[in-house]
Protein backbone atom coordinates (compact mmCIF):
# COMPACT_ATOMS: atom_id res chain seq x y z
CA UNK A 1 0.00 0.00 0.00
CA UNK A 2 1.13 3.59 0.03
CA UNK A 3 1.57 6.37 2.58
CA UNK A 4 2.56 9.25 3.65
CA UNK A 5 5.30 10.26 5.92
CA UNK A 6 6.23 13.18 7.01
CA UNK A 7 8.54 14.07 4.16
CA UNK A 8 8.77 11.08 1.97
CA UNK A 9 5.53 8.97 0.44
CA UNK A 10 6.07 5.39 0.45
CA UNK A 11 5.32 2.97 -1.74
CA UNK A 12 5.17 -1.10 -0.94
CA UNK A 13 4.51 -3.80 -2.97
CA UNK A 14 5.49 -7.20 -3.58
CA UNK A 15 8.31 -8.70 -5.77
CA UNK A 16 7.20 -9.01 -9.03
CA UNK A 17 4.39 -7.03 -9.33
CA UNK A 18 3.98 -3.52 -10.95
CA UNK A 19 4.54 -0.56 -9.21
CA UNK A 20 3.11 2.68 -10.31
CA UNK A 21 4.84 6.26 -8.76
CA UNK A 22 2.61 9.24 -8.70
CA UNK A 23 4.53 12.97 -9.40
CA UNK A 24 2.39 16.11 -9.46
CA UNK A 25 4.53 18.82 -11.36
CA UNK A 26 3.96 22.85 -10.65
CA UNK A 27 4.87 24.29 -13.95
CA UNK A 28 2.97 24.39 -17.26
CA UNK A 29 5.90 25.88 -19.03
CA UNK A 30 7.82 22.44 -18.95
CA UNK A 31 8.31 21.01 -21.70
CA UNK A 32 11.19 18.33 -20.44
CA UNK A 33 10.56 15.74 -17.65
CA UNK A 34 12.95 13.10 -16.25
CA UNK A 35 12.39 10.18 -13.68
CA UNK A 36 15.59 9.56 -11.31
CA UNK A 37 15.95 6.52 -8.99
CA UNK A 38 18.58 7.36 -5.73
CA UNK A 39 19.98 4.56 -3.38
CA UNK A 40 20.65 5.53 0.36
CA UNK A 41 23.72 7.82 -0.01
CA UNK A 42 23.91 7.75 -3.55
CA UNK A 43 23.33 10.37 -6.49
CA UNK A 44 20.53 10.31 -8.63
CA UNK A 45 20.33 7.92 -11.69
CA UNK A 46 18.70 8.56 -14.59
CA UNK A 47 16.30 6.02 -15.41
CA UNK A 48 13.83 7.64 -18.37
CA UNK A 49 12.88 10.76 -19.66
CA UNK A 50 9.99 12.02 -21.69
CA UNK A 51 9.36 15.60 -23.68
CA UNK A 52 6.06 17.22 -23.68
CA UNK A 53 5.23 16.52 -26.95
CA UNK A 54 4.84 12.79 -25.79
CA UNK A 55 2.38 11.20 -23.71
CA UNK A 56 4.09 7.80 -23.22
CA UNK A 57 7.47 6.58 -23.73
CA UNK A 58 8.88 3.00 -22.50
CA UNK A 59 12.50 1.89 -21.53
CA UNK A 60 13.11 -1.47 -20.40
CA UNK A 61 10.76 -2.36 -17.88
CA UNK A 62 10.33 1.15 -16.89
CA UNK A 63 7.08 3.51 -18.80
CA UNK A 64 6.74 6.95 -18.01
CA UNK A 65 3.55 8.49 -18.49
CA UNK A 66 2.58 12.24 -18.86
CA UNK A 67 -0.28 13.72 -18.83
CA UNK A 68 -0.29 17.79 -19.61
CA UNK A 69 -3.93 18.54 -18.78
CA UNK A 70 -3.50 17.91 -15.22
CA UNK A 71 0.63 18.36 -14.81
CA UNK A 72 0.70 14.56 -13.93
CA UNK A 73 3.87 12.48 -14.58
CA UNK A 74 3.61 8.52 -13.78
CA UNK A 75 6.13 5.88 -13.86
CA UNK A 76 5.38 2.36 -14.59
CA UNK A 77 8.20 -0.14 -13.54
CA UNK A 78 7.38 -3.57 -14.24
CA UNK A 79 7.79 -6.81 -12.99
CA UNK A 80 9.19 -5.05 -9.46
CA UNK A 81 12.59 -6.37 -8.28
CA UNK A 82 13.76 -6.13 -4.72
CA UNK A 83 17.01 -4.07 -6.80
CA UNK A 84 14.29 -1.38 -7.13
CA UNK A 85 13.71 -0.42 -4.13
CA UNK A 86 14.95 2.93 -3.85
CA UNK A 87 13.52 6.88 -3.70
CA UNK A 88 12.40 7.92 -7.34
CA UNK A 89 11.99 11.56 -8.24
CA UNK A 90 10.73 13.09 -10.92
CA UNK A 91 12.16 16.31 -12.52
CA UNK A 92 10.78 18.99 -14.40
CA UNK A 93 12.54 21.93 -16.81
CA UNK A 94 11.74 24.17 -19.83
CA UNK A 95 14.11 23.17 -22.15
CA UNK A 96 17.31 21.82 -20.88
CA UNK A 97 17.69 24.21 -18.30
CA UNK A 98 18.02 24.25 -14.58
CA UNK A 99 15.78 21.34 -13.14
CA UNK A 100 13.05 21.15 -10.30
CA UNK A 101 13.01 18.03 -8.60
CA UNK A 102 9.22 16.59 -6.96
CA UNK A 103 9.33 15.46 -3.20
CA UNK A 104 9.89 11.75 -4.07
CA UNK A 105 8.45 8.56 -3.45
CA UNK A 106 10.21 5.32 -1.58
CA UNK A 107 9.74 2.74 -2.88
CA UNK A 108 10.03 -0.91 -0.73
CA UNK A 109 10.00 -4.06 -2.54
CA UNK A 110 9.74 -7.12 -0.73
CA UNK B 1 30.87 7.48 -20.52
CA UNK B 2 29.34 10.74 -18.44
CA UNK B 3 31.13 10.05 -15.28
CA UNK B 4 30.78 12.63 -12.75
CA UNK B 5 33.11 12.30 -9.36
CA UNK B 6 33.13 14.28 -6.16
CA UNK B 7 35.81 14.61 -4.00
CA UNK B 8 35.52 13.95 -0.56
CA UNK B 9 32.26 11.23 -0.45
CA UNK B 10 32.25 12.17 3.17
CA UNK B 11 33.53 15.04 5.41
CA UNK B 12 33.76 15.82 9.34
CA UNK B 13 34.27 18.94 10.27
CA UNK B 14 34.51 21.02 13.13
CA UNK B 15 32.27 24.61 13.75
CA UNK B 16 33.77 27.51 12.30
CA UNK B 17 35.67 26.03 9.61
CA UNK B 18 35.79 25.72 6.00
CA UNK B 19 35.19 22.47 3.51
CA UNK B 20 36.13 22.60 0.07
CA UNK B 21 34.25 19.95 -2.16
CA UNK B 22 35.35 19.03 -5.52
CA UNK B 23 33.16 18.10 -8.53
CA UNK B 24 34.61 16.70 -11.96
CA UNK B 25 33.18 15.79 -15.00
CA UNK B 26 35.61 12.86 -16.15
CA UNK B 27 35.12 12.05 -19.43
CA UNK B 28 33.83 15.49 -20.76
CA UNK B 29 33.72 18.73 -20.59
CA UNK B 30 30.57 21.02 -18.92
CA UNK B 31 30.62 24.47 -18.79
CA UNK B 32 27.87 24.76 -16.63
CA UNK B 33 27.70 22.55 -13.47
CA UNK B 34 25.02 22.85 -10.41
CA UNK B 35 24.94 22.35 -7.17
CA UNK B 36 22.42 20.73 -5.28
CA UNK B 37 21.78 20.26 -1.30
CA UNK B 38 19.29 17.12 0.36
CA UNK B 39 18.41 16.93 3.53
CA UNK B 40 17.23 13.52 4.87
CA UNK B 41 13.71 12.63 3.41
CA UNK B 42 13.81 15.88 1.39
CA UNK B 43 14.30 16.37 -2.07
CA UNK B 44 17.10 17.54 -4.19
CA UNK B 45 17.23 21.52 -3.90
CA UNK B 46 19.04 23.79 -6.36
CA UNK B 47 21.89 25.81 -4.46
CA UNK B 48 23.47 27.71 -7.71
CA UNK B 49 24.36 27.39 -11.44
CA UNK B 50 28.04 27.42 -12.02
CA UNK B 51 29.50 28.38 -15.17
CA UNK B 52 32.97 28.45 -16.19
CA UNK B 53 34.87 31.46 -15.89
CA UNK B 54 32.15 33.42 -14.36
CA UNK B 55 30.57 33.63 -11.36
CA UNK B 56 27.84 31.57 -10.24
CA UNK B 57 24.32 32.06 -10.16
CA UNK B 58 22.77 31.25 -6.48
CA UNK B 59 19.00 30.84 -6.35
CA UNK B 60 16.78 32.77 -3.39
CA UNK B 61 17.50 32.06 0.19
CA UNK B 62 21.43 30.65 -0.76
CA UNK B 63 23.72 32.57 0.78
CA UNK B 64 26.36 33.83 -1.95
CA UNK B 65 29.40 34.39 0.70
CA UNK B 66 28.75 31.19 2.66
CA UNK B 67 28.84 29.01 -0.50
CA UNK B 68 31.62 29.75 -2.07
CA UNK B 69 31.73 28.36 -5.94
CA UNK B 70 34.66 28.23 -8.26
CA UNK B 71 34.61 26.69 -11.49
CA UNK B 72 37.71 27.62 -13.15
CA UNK B 73 38.09 25.33 -15.88
CA UNK B 74 35.81 22.54 -17.92
CA UNK B 75 36.13 20.27 -15.77
CA UNK B 76 35.99 21.39 -12.77
CA UNK B 77 33.77 23.00 -10.23
CA UNK B 78 34.44 23.69 -6.21
CA UNK B 79 32.36 24.22 -3.79
CA UNK B 80 33.63 25.44 -0.51
CA UNK B 81 31.09 25.85 2.26
CA UNK B 82 32.66 28.90 4.59
CA UNK B 83 32.55 28.83 8.69
CA UNK B 84 30.61 25.91 8.76
CA UNK B 85 28.00 25.53 11.55
CA UNK B 86 25.68 22.02 12.13
CA UNK B 87 23.11 23.11 10.35
CA UNK B 88 24.66 23.16 7.05
CA UNK B 89 25.33 19.22 7.38
CA UNK B 90 24.09 17.87 4.64
CA UNK B 91 24.01 15.92 1.03
CA UNK B 92 25.95 17.58 -1.19
CA UNK B 93 25.41 16.63 -4.85
CA UNK B 94 26.93 18.00 -7.81
CA UNK B 95 25.95 17.33 -11.28
CA UNK B 96 27.75 18.07 -15.05
CA UNK B 97 25.31 19.36 -17.48
CA UNK B 98 26.79 17.39 -21.05
CA UNK B 99 25.71 19.35 -24.44
CA UNK B 100 24.63 16.89 -27.53
CA UNK B 101 23.31 19.00 -30.31
CA UNK B 102 20.91 20.87 -29.72
CA UNK B 103 20.10 18.99 -26.79
CA UNK B 104 21.29 18.36 -23.39
CA UNK B 105 21.51 16.17 -20.36
CA UNK B 106 22.58 16.63 -16.04
CA UNK B 107 24.72 13.95 -15.40
CA UNK B 108 24.86 13.65 -11.19
CA UNK B 109 28.11 12.83 -9.12
CA UNK B 110 27.51 10.36 -6.32
CA UNK B 111 27.56 13.12 -3.18
CA UNK B 112 29.46 14.29 -0.54
CA UNK B 113 27.84 13.94 3.07
CA UNK B 114 29.11 16.98 5.19
CA UNK B 115 29.06 16.86 8.97
CA UNK B 116 29.82 19.35 10.99
CA UNK B 117 30.08 18.93 14.81
Known amino acids: GESVGLHLPTLSVQEGDNSIINCAYS??????FIWYKQESGKGPQFIID?????DKRQGQRVTVLLNKTVKHLSLQIAATQPGDSAVYFC??????????FGKGTMLLVS | GAVVSQHPSRVICKSGTSVKIECRSL??????MFWYRQFPKQSLMLMAT?????????EQGVEKDKFLINHASLTLSTLTVTSAHPEDSSFYIC?????????????FGPGTRLTVL
Open chain 1, 27 to 32: NSASDY
Open chain 2, 50 to 58: SNEGSKATY
Open chain 2, 27 to 32: DFQATT
Open chain 1, 91 to 100: AEASGYSTLT
Open chain 1, 50 to 54: IRSNM
Open chain 2, 95 to 107: SAFRTSGGTGEQF
